[in-house]
Each structure stands twice: as structure tokens, then as C-alpha cells.
């Protein structure tokens, strides 16, 4: 299985980034192949809508599950129309997390907290 | 001409100033842009109510069109589009009714369809005519609700009173982009300052002239005056903290309209702001 974990820095002793749409990276881990990747999150510098930003990279790196502290709104939308399944993490280690899913010990997120798109604006 | 009257939080006296300042005037139109709470309609009570809805544009795309190019969703800077399964989703109080997307979708595959966010409500109150907008509960913006309201007033001979949001964010900004001149109203305390410092930050940025109203005045030390006084900021006029003003305003009367005392002190104030525009325009040029 292929996951997916917003973290601080591209390496894997990096911690587990408290942000999600935020994030300057994404570490991509496949279960099966223990291969790992970094994806450059586009979204962590722009304006408005960092979370479906970040959601749609998830989503097109074809990650089957996410480990996260924390979600927005618009990213959990974008994501409930996917097959993607939403973990919290239990600590900021990358490994820790990891071996807690594989023994199936990570509960799912369901704090989606609102966004902070107040300040949008037209 | 067109007044601007401001405050860096709610309750500090914005639209006691606005409505009597309005009812002051010979002829005059009040614009409530506070559009997540108008309450100037509750004091001036307007007749032959006119209602007229908001609407913004949002994009939809064409399932049978759309090739799944997403042309669209990397032009959106706003990120109100992703393309998930095969279908294209917009994030409707994210997207900013900018168009782009319609325009660069090489299948013509985007349309637009309206989306109400608001409703603007006019009507008349003796020598005023009154004019709010609301804002849709749940919606991220009221920007386009101000819009439409200052839009529709530029056509207006007469003086012109807007309400503004509390605060100095964008829906303010909005708000005061047409002003000739800012009013700021004040309370006499350390927090009244801070909320002063917040709008005065704002008009200098904008580069408006302005000026200081003093609302709620006791006998006392009055720390927003002594701001003012740092600052050479310009002192239009002080509101004494009274209970009939108070009663008055509480029971959502209009003490200018109620007695000659308040009527000669906003009419001054008028003038004060009258004659410190001209100035400050004079000077401009
Ligand atoms: S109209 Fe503009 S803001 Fe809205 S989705 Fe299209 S490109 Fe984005
Ligand atoms: S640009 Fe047009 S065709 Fe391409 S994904 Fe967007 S809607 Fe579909």
C-alpha cells in the first residue's frame, strides 16, 4: 500500500509536518516495496486553497492512504471522492507511523477543522 | 461626497455616527456595508422596502466536454478546482468568480451559473435613502455584496454615509476604496486606542484623508485623545457619553431626529467634516 505523510524536510528521518496543506513535502512510502519518495508540495506557498492544492497532488500520486496530524475542510472534500483513507498520526516519527499502520494500530482522523479562508476576499 | 465612517471593532458608536450624520444631512444616502450584521436599517426603519439579490458566478464543466486536461486547474490561483475521478470539483467559496478558468479551457467545456450570496435592500427614510446589504449565512466573503452596493451609488448626487465592517480586513478595504474622506469613530479607553490604531494604519495605507470622532467622552483622561494629540491626527468632533443618548440609541431612535441638542451636534460635525475635505482635496491638488 502506498501512503502518504506531510512532513518537515525530504529525508526520512524528517518529522511528520503538523500541516497538511502546508507541508513543504510529502513522503510517499509503499508498504509492499518499502520504496520511499519525496513529493515537493506546490501548494505550501500559495495564497489561498493550500489543502485542495495538496489533496489533488495526493491524490494524482496514486497514495491509497494519508497519515496526518490534522485536516482542512476543502482537502477532506476533495478527498472524500477518492478511496483514500485519512490516519492520524500517533508521534512525529515517520517509522513509528508506519508500523503502526501496518499493524493496523492508527485510528482515522475525524477532526476536519474548517479552514482558515475568512481572509479570503474577492 | 462620499464619507467613510470606520471603527477597528463593533460597538464603538459606527453607526450611531453614520445614521445621525445621515439624518443630520438635507439630503443624504446611507450605505450599510457592515453586511454580516447591518443594523443602521433598525434605527432609520425605512419604508417601501426593495429587495434585490447577489449573485456571483461560478464555473461547472461540461462532464461530456471536459478531457480531463486540467488547463483549468493549474491556471486557478486561488486553487478552487482539483480534478478527482474523472470529474472536475469547484470549491465554490474558495473561487473568486475571476473567469480565467472559462477562458482557458481549450474544450470549451466551462460555463457559468449563478450563485446567490446576498441580497441588497433599499428603501426611504424621510431625507434619507437607505441602502443594506446582507450577506448569505455561511458564505466566506461578503467583497461582491459591497461591490454591488458602492457600484450602485456612484450615480448619487447626493452626500453619501457608508457604514463599514468593523475591523481592517478586506471587506473594509472594500469599503472605503470610493471614500472622499474617512471618519473614524473612538472610545476612550487603552482597548478604544489599539482599535483606533488598527483603522488609522488602515486610511494611511489607502492614503485618505481622515479625521477623529471621540464617541462616548466623560470629564476624564481619554487615552484615544491623547493618540490623536501624538499623532497630529485631526479632531473632528467629541460625542459626550450621555444617557439620553444612550437610552435613545438603545431603543434604536435617531437622536438627531429626536432632539434639536443632537441635531445641532451632528449637523456640526457635518460641517467640520464638510469643511476639512474640501481642505484636505484643496490641498491635494
Ligand atoms: S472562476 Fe477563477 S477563481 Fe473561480 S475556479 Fe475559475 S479560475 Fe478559479
Ligand atoms: S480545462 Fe476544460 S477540459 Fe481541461 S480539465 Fe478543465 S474543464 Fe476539463
Known amino acids: ?122 | 461626497m462620499k464619507i467613510a465612517v470606520l471603527s477597528g471593532k463593533g460597538g464603538t458608536g459606527k453607526t450611531l455616527v453614520s445614521v445621525n450624520l445621515a439624518a443630520a444631512a438635507e439630503a443624504a444616502v446611507y450605505i450599510d456595508c457592515d453586511v454580516e450584521e447591518p443594523n443602521g436599517h433598525l434605527f432609520l426603519k425605512p419604508q417601501d422596502i426593495k429587495n434585490e439579490g447577489v449573485a456571483v458566478k461560478l464555473p461547472h464543466a461540461d462532464p461530456k466536454l471536459c478531457t480531463g486536461c486540467r488547463t483549468c486547474v493549474d491556471f486557478c490561483k486561488f486553487n478552487a478546482l482539483a480534478y478527482i475521478k474523472d470529474r472536475l470539483i469547484v470549491f465554490s467559496e474558495v473561487c473568486h468568480s475571476c473567469g480565467g478558468c472559462l477562458l482557458f479551457c481549450p474544450q470549451k467545456a466551462i460555463s457559468e451559473k449563478e450563485r446567490e450570496i446576498g441580497l441588497i435592500q433599499s428603501g426611504i427614510s424621510g431625507n434619507v435613502r437607505v441602502v443594506s446589504g446582507m450577506m448569505n449565512i455561511g458564505e466566506a466573503s461578503g467583497v461582491p455584496v459591497i461591490k454591488k452596493l458602492l457600484r450602485d451609488s456612484r450615480k448619487e448626487n447626493k452626500d453619501v454615509f457608508i457604514d463599514c465592517p468593523p475591523g481592517s480586513a478586506c471587506m473594509v478595504m472594500e469599503s472605503i476604496k470610493d471614500a472622499d474622506y474617512c471618519l473614524l469613530v473612538a472610545e476612550p479607553t487603552i482597548f478604544g486606542v489599539h482599535n483606533l490604531e488598527m483603522v488609522y494604519e488602515l486610511v494611511r495605507l489607502f492614503q485618505k484623508p481622515f479625521g477623529v470622532v471621540l464617541n462616548k467622552c466623560l470629564e476624564e483622561e481619554n487615552p484615544a485623545e491623547d493618540f490623536c494629540l501624538q499623532n497630529q491626527i485631526t479632531i473632528l468632533g467629541k460625542i459626550p457619553f450621555d444617557l439620553k443618548l444612550g437610552t435613545m440609541n438603545s431603543n434604536g431612535q435617531i437622536a438627531s431626529r429626536k432632539h434639536p441638542k443632537y441635531k445641532d451636534l451632528f449637523l456640526n460635525l457635518l460641517e467640520t467634516v464638510r469643511k476639512e475635505a474640501r481642505h484636505e482635496t484643496a490641498s491635494d491638488t
Open chain 1, 1 to 122: 500500500m502506498k501512503i502518504a505523510i506531510p512532513v518537515d524536510n525530504n529525508s526520512m528521518d524528517s518529522s511528520v509536518c503538523i500541516s497538511f496543506g502546508r507541508a513543504p513535502y510529502f513522503l510517499l512510502y509503499d508498504t509492499e516495496t518499502e520504496g520511499s519518495s519525496f513529493l515537493d508540495n506546490s501548494a505550501a506557498t500559495s495564497q489561498g486553497g493550500a489543502g485542495i492544492k495538496a489533496a489533488q497532488n495526493i491524490v494524482d500520486s496514486g497514495a491509497e492512504a494519508i497519515i496526518t496530524p490534522r485536516c482542512g475542510e476543502n482537502a477532506a472534500e476533495v478527498l472524500k471522492a477518492t478511496e483514500i483513507k485519512l490516519y492520524k498520526n500517533i508521534n512525529n516519527s515517520i517509522w513509528d507511523n508506519i508500523e503502526a499502520l501496518k499493524e493496523g494500530k492508527l485510528n482515522l482522523l475525524d477532526d476536519i477543522h474548517p479552514g482558515f479562508h475568512r481572509h479570503g476576499g474577492n
